[in-house]
């Protein structure tokens, strides 16, 4: 569970985070809809830690990571895993190595066991066969399209398996195809560790695919959340943008 409460943020005279209120219960998925700009990736990078606001409080799974030293956040949220908008891969490690990193930093989140090099290598197959990125181990993230280095990059946050997901962007400039496939896998792994996901997107057709809540983000807060049908039908100009450009009609596939 992530309770957020009057997060204020502001870069040089731009505040940004205006008293924002939001919260994720353990074994949803919540998605988050934004115009560009709004500070959706600025509030992902907060609740994960690397980023300390102004005034308010983060509170994860009964801590309030706000309140802690940078070392003591690191270990608060060790659980907790993030795929970054432009998938954020380590540039001088193949994709083996990318896949890898967590697992082997941290080792078996449940076991807190350090895992063996066989059973990493196993693991980062199976990931990256789910991800349709399957024998590209050797190969280097400069190697790959900007869809490929994506995908790599969720299955690094996959093959950790933390109980806290974030998402940035996860679909955005991939095909519909993979699109697709990338939102199974979303649920799918939501489904396996019923822990809680955060999702921030643009693709409302994603967003009905994945949400069981949908929160909106605009000028600093978040000023609707909704399950999908109530959500669609909140008067709201980006919410009647949203629905009169939805390219299917939805029903909930899980
Ligand atoms: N480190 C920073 N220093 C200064 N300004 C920043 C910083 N990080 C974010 N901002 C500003 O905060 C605002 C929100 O940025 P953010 O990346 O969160 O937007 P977003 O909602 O994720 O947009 P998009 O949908 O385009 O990804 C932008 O105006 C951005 O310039
Ligand atoms: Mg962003």
């Keep these: 569970?992530?309770?957020?409460?009057?997060?204020?943020?502001?870069?040089?005279?731009?505040?940004?985070?205006?008293?924002?209120?939001?919260?994720?219960?353990?074994?949803?998925?919540?998605?988050?809809?934004?115009?560009?700009?709004?500070?959706?990736?600025?509030?992902?990078?907060?609740?994960?830690?690397?980023?300390?606001?102004?005034?308010?409080?983060?509170?994860?799974?009964?801590?309030?990571?706000?309140?802690?030293?940078?070392?003591?956040?690191?270990?608060?949220?060790?659980?907790?895993?993030?795929?970054?908008?432009?998938?954020?891969?380590?540039?001088?490690?193949?994709i083996e190595e990318n896949t890898a990193f967590y697992l082997k930093?941290?080792?078996?989140?449940?076991?807190?066991?350090?895992?063996?090099?066989?059973?990493?290598?196993?693991?980062?197959?199976?990931?990256?066969?789910?991800?349709?990125?399957?024998?590209?181990?050797?190969?280097?993230?400069?190697?790959?399209?900007?869809?490929?280095?994506?995908?790599?990059?969720?299955?690094?946050?996959i093959v950790y398996r933390p109980s806290i997901l974030l998402y940035d962007e996860p679909t955005t400039g991939l095909d519909p195809i993979t699109s697709q496939q990338i939102n199974e896998l979303i649920v799918k792994t939501q489904d396996e560790l019923k822990g809680t996901s955060i999702v921030v997107t643009h693709d409302i057709d994603s967003a009905l695919y994945i949400a069981d809540r949908l929160a909106l983000h605009q000028d600093g807060q978040i000023t609707h959340v909704a399950e999908p049908e109530a959500f669609l039908n909140i008067d709201d100009p980006v919410i009647n943008f949203l629905r009169e450009n939805l390219k299917h009609n939805h029903r909930k596939a899980k």
């Design 1 to 94: 569970m992530i309770r957020i409460q009057n997060l204020w943020r502001r870069y040089g005279s731009n505040d940004i985070l205006k008293g924002l209120n939001l919260e994720a219960k353990k074994g949803e998925i919540l998605v988050i809809l934004g115009r560009s700009g709004v500070g959706k990736s600025v509030l992902l990078r907060h609740i994960i830690g690397i980023e300390k606001p102004d005034s308010g409080t983060i509170e994860v799974n009964g801590v309030t990571i706000t309140d802690l030293k940078k070392n003591q956040i690191y270990r608060a949220v060790k659980d907790m895993g993030m795929l970054f908008q432009g998938a954020a891969l380590f540039d001088s490690m193949n």
């Design 105 to 157: 930093q941290h080792g078996d989140l449940v076991t807190r066991k350090r895992l063996s090099p066989e059973v990493i290598k196993e693991k980062v197959k199976n990931a990256l066969a789910m991800v349709g990125l399957e024998g590209t181990e050797e190969k280097m993230p400069s190697d790959l399209s900007g869809g490929m280095r994506k995908r790599a990059g969720l299955a690094r946050l």
